[in-house]
């Protein structure tokens, strides 16, 4: 190419470029003439807040920034506005009292770019009422039926508690095990079945599932959702997370496959089978929202829901439990007392047990494991606390500000089970204990979750007590990293027989 030629192909290109970035900078700086945006750091071009955020982790940052915007403030990540809420009164303002408006789904590039809004979780408007309502029917069917979802978590901690008999004292990593027994929980509802803990089928979804989980809650994943298409051309841990996402995705496609080939419409064994039945019946409707891939998507964002977060939250307690040796004692010493060795708690026995539900309830605001909840979104132009949001605006709600905020909790940087307790040590309900959300996305999952953390650490306890490999002081409960999720630190720990 002459070189007058390729200057001046340079030159339009430069000015291509530059007519760009002033368009995304208009469009970035200039408030929509009806909205009345909440304040924030101002945003570079393109790049957004970028240089406010990248010095921690997101969560970190955002926290920083409440402090000095206040409750509602305004951020741009990369070219994108996003609104964040902090503190108990304001999320639950916007989330409990302005719930229809603030029931959308955010953007969430990872999820999305997988998802294309086919499932349940990360779609919107009336795919998402219709998938959201027959999943909580079919779930709660089976919970209720013959064999109810507390025999099946009662059958699945018998299973677990031989397993971890089996490590007679010797040091260990409890995260596999525990992740394969509660991801069990959710496949027998979705697959029909458990999985042998040795099962391929188990360990590759477990494994795959534990390992986003992980990427999505380190700067890599934070990134992707900050920068998709710049990410996209880049190599990074983050590049796994579709071979992952995809190869948890083929194994629900094959057992669909199967269930196809051995369906009876008149008695469904499993969420999959009730799925495909309610395929069959608006087979000819063009605008049913039951086709193959809301089932494969929505069948794997309960598997993904259902896995990570719950053995999460385990591992977790158990760590706290090492930590304050007086709170797993006096935990062991209710079990005792209320339920005595020669049978497994039961869900009957929560209301008798203040003091295990109490511990239960503060591992989970101290653990804080959603930090910054999923993204939500204004469905319509959206009045709120004095501004106005336009429709369509993400929504960030910062629940570690909620479960840390010391209007609602005494001393909310401590772990101490007496916020959840009366002054006659009676179980004390807290309108801030927000880990599972609240409003119309509340977590569908909450009643299921809630019932595999009691039951499976009133079963360790009784059966074993925790002990740490150092001393219980050098513990350390701060996150190993922040993202979609806060992770614990990987540990190793002994089980003595009791
Ligand atoms: C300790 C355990 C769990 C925690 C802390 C947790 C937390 C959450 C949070 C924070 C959300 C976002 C809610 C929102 O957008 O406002 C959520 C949504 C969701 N969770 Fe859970 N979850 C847990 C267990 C489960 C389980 C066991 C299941 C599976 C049955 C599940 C299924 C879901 C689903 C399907 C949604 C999406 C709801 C929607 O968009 O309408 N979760 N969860």
Not at 415 to 435: I, R, T, V
Request: with cysteine; hydrophobic share 40%; charged share 20%.
């Amino acid at each position: 190419m002459p070189a007058a030629a390729f200057t001046m192909e340079s030159t339009s290109t430069a000015i291509l470029l530059l007519l760009l970035a002033l368009l995304c900078l208009f469009l970035t700086l200039s408030p929509r003439s009806k909205s009345r945006l909440p304040p924030g750091p101002r945003p570079l071009p393109l790049l957004g807040n970028l240089l406010q955020l990248r010095s921690q982790n997101m969560v970190t940052s955002l926290t920083k920034l409440s402090k000095k915007y206040g409750s509602v403030f305004t951020v741009y990540l990369g070219s994108r506005r996003v609104v964040v809420l902090s503190g108990y009164q304001t999320v639950k303002e916007a989330l409990v009292d302005q719930r229809e408006e603030f029931s959308g789904r955010g953007h969430y590039p990872v999820f999305l770019h997988f998802t294309k809004g086919n499932g349940l979780v990360f779609s919107n408007g009336d795919r998402w009422k219709v998938l959201r309502r027959f999943s909580i029917q079919i779930l709660r069917n089976f919970g209720m039926g013959k064999r109810s979802i507390e025999e099946r978590i009662l059958e699945e901690g018998s299973f677990l508690l031989e397993e971890l008999r089996k490590t007679e004292g010797e040091p260990f990593d409890p995260k596999f095990v525990l992740s394969r027994s509660v991801s069990n929980i959710i496949c027998s509802v979705l697959f029909g079945s458990r999985f042998d803990y040795h099962d391929e089928r188990l360990l590759t979804i477990t494994r795959l599932i534990n390992e986003n989980f992980q990427i999505m809650s380190s700067p890599w994943g934070e990134f992707y959702n900050i920068f998709p298409s710049l990410l996209e051309w880049l190599p990074g841990p983050h590049r796994r997370l579709f071979q992952n996402f995809g190869r948890v995705k083929d194994l629900i496609a094959c057992s669909v496959r199967d269930h196809q080939a051995s369906l009876d419409p008149s008695s469904p064994r499993d969420f999959i089978d009730c799925f495909l039945t309610k395929m069959a019946q608006e087979k000819q409707d063009p605008l049913s929202h039951f086709y193959m891939d809301t089932l494969l998507m929505t069948t794997h964002n309960l598997l993904f829901g259902g896995t990570e977060t719950v053995g999460t939250t385990l591992r977790y307690a158990f760590l706290v439990l090492m930590k304050y040796p007086k709170v797993q004692a006096r935990v062991q010493e209710e079990i005792d007392s209320v339920v005595r060795r020669a049978r497994l708690p039961a869900l009957e026995d929560r209301a008798s047990m203040p003091y295990t539900d109490a511990v239960i309830h503060e591992v989970q605001r101290f653990a804080d494991i959603i930090p910054m909840n999923l993204p939500h979104r204004v469905t319509q132009d959206t009045a709120f606390r004095g501004f106005l949001l336009p429709k369509g605006t993400d929504i960030i709600t910062l629940l570690n500000t909620v479960h840390q905020d010391p209007s609602q909790f005494l001393m909310p940087q401590e772990f101490n089970p007496e916020h959840f307790l009366d002054a006659n040590q009676s179980f004390k309900k807290s309108p801030a204990f927000m880990p599972f959300s609240a409003g119309h996305r509340q977590c569908l999952g909450e009643s299921l979750a809630r019932m595999e953390l009691f039951l499976y650490l009133t079963a360790i306890l009784q059966s074993f007590s925790l002990q740490p490999l150092g001393a219980p002081e050098d513990i350390d409960l701060t996150p190993l990293s922040s993202g979609l999720g806060n992770l614990p630190r990987p540990f190793q720990l002994r089980l003595r027989a009791r």
